[in-house]
């Protein structure tokens, strides 16, 4: 069994030795004295659990800074759409890879992603380390041929086999791209697989004004009659909720994946957080593709969530840091069945260390409020996933390779 001793570190206020044992923490206390077959001295470094992003759309790296300014539905058609119809599984690949080079070096260790040829972006997230909820996508635009295609294409997707790091789901697009049928259809497939369902839901005004007139009632309601609420299920945006459907969504335990970069960006809205906290809403936190945000860093998202609430609720006292820390780690984790986002005994050894000599985290009065307010990448040194050092002093490995390789891509746009 590989352990591995990490001494002398910072937690919830104290110094201790951390023992990770395969891929668990096994045990936290002072002066571990156990045989370990690497021993990390952590002296001046805190230890943190790894962030959770439950909502991305990795391979879109390549649209960073592309149509910026304009409307969602012009962005959509006249900037990405064209673009993303000549992608490549292969290109598809290497962008995946450039992703989860950005989400390590920022601390994330999760993604849930949405996109398509998920087949390479599961290949990426295999061999980086890290772990994945990767989706077969549903977009039919109402065709009965297209619908068959992608029915198929997500059995055969949810039948194949992983590593253990990788969950195998179903995602739909948004129901203006989506039918009745396919939601049903994948809410079904999803609960015979006993797997997650992602779907953007409740992004736009113009999404649930549609809604309305198309089918009258609104977006959480219409999800509802297609049996695509529950506890598996993640809801990403969900910025124009009704109260009723507030509690539509506590009640069914389907949780929300708030991007709030995104939707702020995109002018889309600004999410009533501390209210949907209070009705007992599953909120965790995702940075949605670069595209819209534009990068893939939680704890710029966790900044953004945090002061976009305050600024929603007129109160200082919306969006407390435990509350936001909790939504970019033990949340998404526990959304996703995965036993981390915490640092416990026992749970599954996924965390970040943290340089406390760098300025950004000075004084260290609370940690994770200058770890919402004040980090960025430069104070996270070391990323543990599944108890296996995905980044160690601030190198990645192959990373020279991973940015040639992204680069060549973006060089056909
Ligand atoms: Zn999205």
Redesign the pocket.
């Known amino acids: 069994m590989m352990k591995t001793l990490i001494k002398d570190v910072f937690l919830n206020g104290k110094t201790v030795d951390v023992l990770v044992a395969e891929n668990l923490i096994a045990k936290i206390g002072s002066h571990l004295e156990d045989a370990a077959d690497k021993i990390i001295n952590a002296k001046n470094k805190a230890i943190l659990p790894s962030f959770y992003n439950t ?1 991305t ?1 990795a391979a879109m790296m390549f649209l960073r800074g592309i149509g910026e300014d304009k409307d969602l539905f012009s962005w959509l058609q006249e900037d990405i759409w064209p673009r993303e119809a000549k992608l490549s599984p292969e290109m598809i690949y290497h962008l995946s890879r450039f992703a989860i080079l950005e989400m390590i070096k920022t601390g994330t260790t999760f993604f849930s992603d ?1 996109y398509f040829y998920s087949d390479q972006t599961l290949k990426a997230a295999e061999e980086m380390g890290v772990r994945a909820a990767i989706s077969a996508l549903g977009m039919d635009f109402f065709d009965a041929g297209k619908r068959a295609e992608q029915q198929a294409n997500m059995k055969e997707f949810l039948q194949q086999k992983s590593h253990p790091r990788i969950t195998r789901g179903l995602s739909l697009h948004a129901i203006y791209s989506t039918s009745r049928e396919l939601y049903e259809f994948a809410a079904e497939l999803a609960e015979t697989h006993q797997t997650f369902l992602h779907t ?1 839901a409740a992004e736009t005004l113009k999404e649930v004004n549609d809604c309305f007139d198309k089918y009258q009632c609104r977006p959480i309601e219409l999800l509802k009659k297609y049996g695509a609420l529950g506890p598996r299920s993640i809801f ?1 945006h969900c910025l124009h909720l009704s109260e009723a459907e507030m509690d539509l969504m506590a009640q069914s335990k389907t949780a929300v994946s708030h991007c709030p970069s995104s939707s702020l960006k995109l002018n889309s809205g600004q999410m009533p957080l501390q209210q949907y906290l209070d009705k007992g809403m599953i909120i965790t936190l995702g940075t ?2 670069v595209s819209s945000n534009n990068s893939l860093s939680m704890p710029a998202e966790m900044k953004i969530a945090a002061l976009s609430a305050k600024n929603r609720a007129k109160s200082t006292t919306a969006a407390k840091v435990e509350d936001v820390f909790a939504m970019a780690t033990v949340n998404g984790a526990r959304t996703f069945g995965i036993d981390s986002g915490e640092i416990k005994e026992g749970k599954l050894a996924d965390f970040i260390l943290v340089d406390l000599n760098n300025y950004l985290l000075l004084p260290n009065h609370n940690l994770i409020s200058n770890m919402i307010y004040a980090a960025d990448s430069s104070c996270i040194c070391d990323v543990f996933c599944d108890g296996r050092q995905v980044m160690k002093d601030f190198q990645v490995e192959n990373e020279a390779e991973i940015v040639a390789e992204f680069k060549k891509v973006c060089a056909a746009f």
């Open positions: 909502h759309h949405m953007h990403a949605d593709g």
